[in-house]
């Protein structure tokens, strides 16, 4: 069996961070993904999937993404059900991400395309982040010397 999906769109609204009883970090927020085709008026049309985001991936989620926001996300499909305060059982379909790629540089605001993209992934050893164009300490592209040979000895080769 397989259940695994994978969007990209536009946040509707600031990621919601809650924490449950155990003091699990959980985020929800929902996804406006383009439908591949248009209206006769030449309109667009939406989806509007609600993600479910756990522990450091949550954090990572509600401390960083923002409404409009681009991003990407990669999880599977879930469907569960509960008993409201009117007695009716309701059924609930959304996406439990376990990888989050931030396609829009954070600096940036509005809808425009940044060019930073960062993934942040959860898992039992809780969130980790592998960045695509940021070095870690400062601000330096680490592809600014592109095409320039690399000074480096055998030595330092893993293999």
Sequence with gaps: MLNRVILIGRLT??????????????????????????????????????IVTWRQLAETCANYLRKGRLAAVEGR??????????????????????????????????GGGGQGRDEYSGGAGGGSRNS?????GNNQDPFADDGRPIDISDDDLPF
């Excluded at 695509?132 to 870690?136: A, L, N, Q, Y």
Aim: no cysteine; net charge negative; proline share 6%.
């Design 13 to 50: 609204k600031d990621p919601e961070l809650r924490y449950t009883p155990a003091g699990v970090a959980v985020a929800q927020f929902t996804l406006a993904v383009d439908r591949p085709f248009s209206r006769d008026q030449g309109e667009r049309e939406a989806d509007f999937i609600p």
């Design 77 to 110: 499909m879930q469907v569960r059900n509960y008993e409201n305060n009117e007695g009716r059982r309701v059924y609930v379909t959304e996406v439990v991400a376990d990888n989050v790629r931030f396609l829009e540089s954070p600096n940036r605001e509005g």
């Design 132 to 136: 695509g164009s940021k070095s870690s």
